[in-house]
């Protein structure tokens, strides 16, 4: 009796595990396709919405940028002294015309300001809605320099800047042996002119000497010379490579009075050397 009772529970046991097993299956093959649908279809659709939303406020912001609310109808331009504000300007306004303002291709204006004369850097702001304003840091002349088609304005890096138009009060002297070669030499040795240059001004200012002055020759770096006048005709007087004051002053005081018969002084060591004029014609005539 007691054996027939263990085997039936044995028997009842097997369908009751596979039943609880095809209802757990059943579960889960219902669960999967209804968690898919509820989570990923709808961000999904949310991704989509946002990506629609985005095009059409770009291509509705296009559409209010290129409005003519945004065409350009000033150009601010400050900073200039030497640079022409109007071609600045020109640039500016022209570049916007087509774009508007807030389209415009700042990057592009500011490259074409820079490559104007004297402009040195430039930096460009919208002022909305219709509004442009460039601010300008020049280049400042040092320098006069004597060159085979003209004198030009130079800066402190060599670049020379602009033909001279005018007579330039501040720059009173001009300076000629200029390097117009676009060698490596060249260039250094053309820097190192304008801070020769440069010196001399500054010494013979201090020393209430630079109206005797005319031009200076560096050429040779090594024997710079200042051009006066005496007696009415052109003068060299050797000034060294430092005390440009003493040694101008030391040389006109030579030669003063005596322009007609001598049209240079060499400087030898701390002596004054005069060289005669018609020495030097006749050697001229010679060759």
Not at 140 to 161: E, T, Y
Not at 175 to 200: C, F, H, P, V
């Amino acid at each position: 009796m007691a054996s027939k009772i263990k085997r039936k529970s044995i028997t009842d046991k097997t369908p009751r595990t596979a039943i609880k097993r095809k209802a757990a299956r059943g579960r889960a093959s219902v669960d999967g396709p209804s968690r898919f649908g509820s989570f990923f279809l709808p961000l999904f659709l949310s991704i989509c919405l946002l990506i629609c939303l985005g095009v059409l406020g770009y291509i509705g912001m296009q559409s209010v940028t290129a409005s003519k609310f945004f065409d350009v109808k000033s150009v601010d331009v400050r900073g200039t002294d030497r640079a022409a504000k109007d071609d600045i300007a020109r640039i500016a306004s022209n570049l916007a015309e087509k774009t508007g303002v807030w389209n415009s291709d700042l990057a592009e204006m500011k490259a074409r300001i820079e490559k104007q004369p004297f402009v040195k850097t430039a930096s460009i702001s919208r002022v909305l809605p219709s509004g442009l304003r460039v601010y300008v840091v020049e280049r400042v002349p040092i320098a006069v320099v004597k060159l085979s088609g003209g004198s030009m304005l130079v800066d402190s890096d060599g670049n020379l800047l602009a033909p001279v138009n005018k007579p330039e009060d501040a720059l009173p002297i001009t300076l000629s042996g200029w390097d117009e070669s676009k060698t490596e030499k060249a260039i250094k040795d053309n820097l190192e002119r304008i801070k020769l240059y440069q010196k001399m001004l500054n010494e013979w200012r201090e020393g209430g000497l630079i109206s005797r002055v005319q031009s200076v020759n560096l050429a040779d770096l090594r024997e710079p010379k200042a051009v006066t006048e005496d007696s009415g005709k052109p003068v060299t007087i050797d000034v060294g490579k430092d005390n440009f004051a003493q040694h101008l002053k030391n040389g006109v005081s030579a030669i003063a009075g005596k322009g007609d018969m001598f049209d240079g002084v060499s400087l030898v060591g701390s002596n004054m050397i005069l060289s005669s004029r018609k020495n030097n014609e006749l050697d001229v005539a010679s060759r």
